[in-house]
């Protein structure tokens, strides 16, 4: 009688699990995995992309957040490529400024669309499929094999792969694999940061849920029923409209100037306001997806209470939830915005300090660059008062994420993106935001194809086959704003700039952090016969001859150092780079010097490991 139970329940069993096979997996179709998956497959890399959720985009689209933060003068890769199609659609760049926080603002319904058209479009190499949560790992030793899925009627769908993206929102995949990480804060003795965190704890930064409103026009009354608990004292201080409890912070902003913060395209507001406003702390990581969402009700009961508060308390009563954005028909986004979860311990960690002087912090990170960003370090804990409070606003300069930042050492087969990547929790603070993250997922599926196509494990590909496969989709690997795609020596420019042979100058500078290459400046002879030197690894034999010119270095001894040839060969090379005004007596220009060091010695074909070492 049991073998014929048996024998009945196998078909039932083969029928409830489907199994898919593929060259790259990438689990979480957000913000980096949705770039991830696109970026792979542009590479002719068969990828399918699983996602629990009806839409792409995560924290761009789902989440609701879609005032961009940073990155608005690095128009670098798949960024730009989306900044354009918003620009297109909505008829100009300005038709995107309608809120004070942000350069890029739009609905996240109109977001969602183009990632699926993009998506849509690399449709030989790409599948996705969406409404399957990811339940476990396939793992054998050191290597992930894919992974297990499962839909809401309870069938399985196991996926193999050669290599796997883990782009959760939370780092659900490095976890289920067991690899060592980080979650909440380090102590500064821990990552050699100096910003005023004495002790390790488990604190991650509030995570809000986003809602949109609508305006329904003077006269329309969309006040929400009073919500369970409501007290006006929650939001005291979230505008000066509304400031009785002058211990608070004084708020710098009215109340319609809190709302334009993010308002959006078609009359929308979205509500992501840190002060005094719908930010919650939760610690919902390490939870269960059903203990999840019971908690994350009271994140969305928090911004309920505010729209009652805005409509009620601070008489913006035509202000209504925007049913029409989200499909889940009540203005609520379809997911929560998390700014923080799970880290994985990578190759490298990226902390503030290699940010903060990347030239000579003794870790040469920068030359791994694979993703950049300008936003500045923005912690949220204002709703939790065991949280430091200082974290913010740190001075540092633009930057780009190192490669080891994506990767688990001595694991094969998978790659780290989105908010999971190797950093600091300090450093979190700005590599979370959306245009970076965009970046890193692309460098993300780079990898993952280039390690397919050469049967490696991510620990040992090349460094510079990685950044030469994103240089040739137009996406920068250092953060000069002055050296965009479009500029003429970009990609001379950007691997020079890889190696140190020339550097750029880095500056904080209020909500874009900046670095500069001044590809039309003049360099000093000795500033170049240094790097020459740390190249090299000697000294050259004519330096002091050099200190008695004037200082500036020209062509000539440009030239001259390198060991170039004669004058006519100088003059046809000039020519053949597309180079203006050979003289070899006037100084050479930092871009010219870039041209010549890449096309002579090319200094970029020097490998380097994960650390940036040559």
């Not at 003049?522 to 500033?527: F, L, V």
Request: glycine share 8%; aromatic share 10%; charged share 20%.
């Amino acid at each position: 009688m049991f073998r014929i139970f048996f024998l009945l329940f196998i078909p039932a069993f083969l029928q409830a699990q489907e199994q898919l096979k593929t060259e790259v997996l990438v689990i979480g179709g957000g913000t980096g995995g949705t770039a991830a998956a696109i970026q792979s497959a542009r590479l002719k890399t068969r990828t399918i992309l699983v996602e629990p959720g009806p839409w792409l985009g995560g924290m761009l689209t789902a989440a609701g957040v879609s005032a961009t933060d940073g990155n608005h003068r690095l128009p670098s890769g798949l960024w730009e490529e989306f900044r354009h199609a918003l620009r297109n659609h909505y008829g100009s760049a300005d038709a995107l400024a309608t809120g004070w926080v942000s350069n890029t603002q739009f609905e996240p319904h109109v977001g969602d669309n183009i990632l699926k058209a993009m998506a849509s479009r690399e449709k030989k190499h790409l599948t996705v499929m969406h409404g399957w949560e990811f339940d476990k790992v396939l793992k054998e030793g050191n290597r992930i094999l894919g992974a297990q899925f499962r839909n809401v009627n309870g069938k399985l769908l196991i996926i193999r792969a050669s290599v796997t993206i883990d782009a959760t929102e939370l780092g659900d995949v490095l976890a289920a694999a067991q690899l060592p990480y980080s979650l909440g804060m380090e102590a500064e003795s821990e990552t050699g940061e100096q910003v005023g965190v004495d002790k390790t704890s488990n604190i991650v930064q509030d995570l809000t849920y986003v809602a949109i409103l609508k305006d329904y026009g003077r006269g329309v009354d969309c006040t929400i029923v009073k919500p369970a608990g409501y007290d006006p004292a929650e939001f005291d201080g979230a505008c000066t409209d509304f400031y009785l409890n002058t211990s608070l912070p004084k708020p710098s902003v009215n109340a319609e100037k809190m709302l334009e913060y993010g308002k959006l395209p078609g009359n929308k507001y979205m509500l992501n306001w840190p002060n005094q406003g719908n930010d919650t702390y939760l610690e919902l990581v390490e939870l269960s997806p059903a203990e999840r969402i019971k908690e994350l009700e009271k994140a969305k009961a928090t911004t309920l209470r505010f729209i009652y508060f805005i409509q009620h308390q601070l008489g913006f009563k035509h202000l209504g939830l925007a049913v029409d954005e989200f499909p889940t028909g009540n203005g609520f986004a379809l997911m929560p915005y998390h700014r923080e979860g799970r880290r994985v311990k990578g190759a490298v960690r990226f902390t503030i300090n290699h940010i903060a002087d990347p030239y000579g912090n003794g870790q040469p990170l920068y030359r791994t660059g694979i993703s950049v960003g300008d936003y500045p370090i923005d912690h949220h804990h204002k709703k939790n008062p065991a949280a430091p409070q200082h974290l913010y606003f740190y001075p540092i300069p633009s930057y780009a994420i190192p490669m080891g930042a994506l990767i688990a050492p001595g694991i094969e087969g998978f790659i780290v993106a989105d908010k999971s990547i190797s950093v600091s929790n300090v450093v979190n603070g700005t590599t979370r935001l959306q245009p970076v993250v965009l970046l890193t997922g692309q460098a993300a599926g780079a990898m993952a194809s280039l390690a397919v196509k050469e049967r490696k494990a991510p620990d040992q590909l090349s460094v510079r086959k990685v950044q030469q496969l994103l240089l040739d989709q137009k996406a920068m690997i250092q953060p000069f704003l002055d050296v965009p795609p479009s500029h003429p020596q970009f990609q001379a420019i950007h691997r020079v700039g890889a190696t140190g042979l020339l550097k750029g100058k880095g500056i904080p500078f209020q909500w874009a952090n900046q670095t500069w290459f001044y590809p039309d400046s003049t360099i000093q002879a000795q500033d170049f016969l240094t790097a020459w030197k740390e190249f090299k690894g000697q000294q050259f034999a004519n330096s002091l001859w050099l200190e008695t010119e004037e200082g500036v270095l020209t062509i000539n001894t440009a030239f001259y150092i390198i060991q170039a040839g004669d004058l006519a060969k100088m003059k046809s090379y000039w020519k053949k780079w597309g180079l203006q005004n050979f003289d070899p007596n006037r100084p050479i220009t930092k871009k010219e010097l870039a041209v010549l060091l890449d096309q002579l010695i090319k200094p970029f074909e020097r490998p380097v490991n994960l650390k940036g070492e040559w």
